[in-house]
């Protein structure tokens, strides 16, 4: 299985786990008398929306080149993420603006079986981010991490939740809007999570080199090619899944253009043959002064 069908693969995964969740979140909050459920059926369902959305990113990034995008569709997925991100912060919005419309309205305690419901959904939503993530780093998805992201986030709402339930079930009259604070206070770690969701979107958007590692993978490998005594520069840039390489290779000077040509070409055969996350290799052969 390719890294794109991989990741295809794990957004039906969430997709499916985001709409069990957010029915059985619904319910159980409605009938619990738990406002902070209710927030992660919320946010579920704007997961439900976000994953469909990568779904459609990672789809069209794997796309091939054409004449129009000499450079595939990869770009996509970082606007997609930033999409993910907008989804995130409208949940977390709507979140703390009904938490504290319920905190300055008298409601009844949660239910105690309601923790049982929390215990569950903490752990499938840590074990789903686990898989989500493991396959983001995988495939190189940025979208993918997003995605996982939203797992982690919904794991800390569930968690702030239970705290939230427990406090209100143990301090009794007085503390029932207990629950409504933990759902503000996770209305928050939602927003920074957004915000380290969109960091590294925004790194692939602008080209930043932060390939080090790779670049000096390529480095070495290049010298087992023949005819090849040195790289100089060597510059990266990630596009969905792949990445698009331009390196300069040293040869011997003395050699002719038909000769530099043909190990330009073996170096390039060579790299992505090696590298299966190589969408292309741009080669600028150097003399050995």
């Not at 060579?270 to 003399?287: C, G, Y």
Request: hydrophobic letters at 45%.
């Amino acid at each position: 299985m390719s890294h794109k069908e991989a990741a295809i693969k794990t957004t039906y995964f969430s997709i499916i786990g985001n709409i069990c969740l957010a029915l059985i979140k619904g319910v159980a909050g409605f009938f619990g008398n738990s406002y902070a459920l209710i927030a992660d059926a919320i946010e579920s369902t704007t997961d439900i929306f976000s994953s469909l959305l990568v779904l459609f990113g990672l789809k069209y990034a794997t796309k091939p080149a054409d004449k129009k995008h000499p450079y595939g569709h990869g770009k996509i997925e970082p606007l997609v993420t930033f999409l993910v991100v907008g989804f995130l912060i409208f949940s977390a919005i709507i979140i703390a603006y009904e938490s504290i419309q319920n905190i300055n309205t008298p409601h009844k305690t949660p239910e105690p079986w309601t923790l049982i419901v929390l215990v569950a959904i903490i752990v499938w939503k840590e074990y789903s981010y686990k898989v989500v993530i493991k396959k983001s780093k995988e495939t190189g998805s940025t979208s993918l991490a997003a995605d996982a992201w939203h797992h982690r986030s919904d794991a800390i709402t569930s968690v702030t939740a239970f705290i939230g339930i427990t406090i209100a079930l143990i301090m009794g009259e007085g503390f029932e809007s207990a629950d409504d604070w933990a759902a503000l206070l996770a209305s928050g770690i939602i927003v920074y999570n957004s915000y380290l969701i969109f960091k590294p979107a925004l790194s692939e958007i602008l080209d930043e080199d932060i390939h080090e590692e790779f670049i000096e993978k390529i480095r070495m490998s290049s010298l087992k090619v023949d005819g090849i005594v040195g790289t100089e520069k060597c510059f990266i840039r990630k596009a969905g899944m792949m990445y698009h390489v331009d390196l300069h290779a040293i040869v011997d000077a003395t050699i002719s253009v038909k000769e530099g040509h043909t190990i330009s070409h073996k170096l390039k055969d060579a790299l992505k043959s090696e590298f299966d996350r190589i969408e292309n290799v741009l080669i600028h052969i150097e003399p050995n002064a």
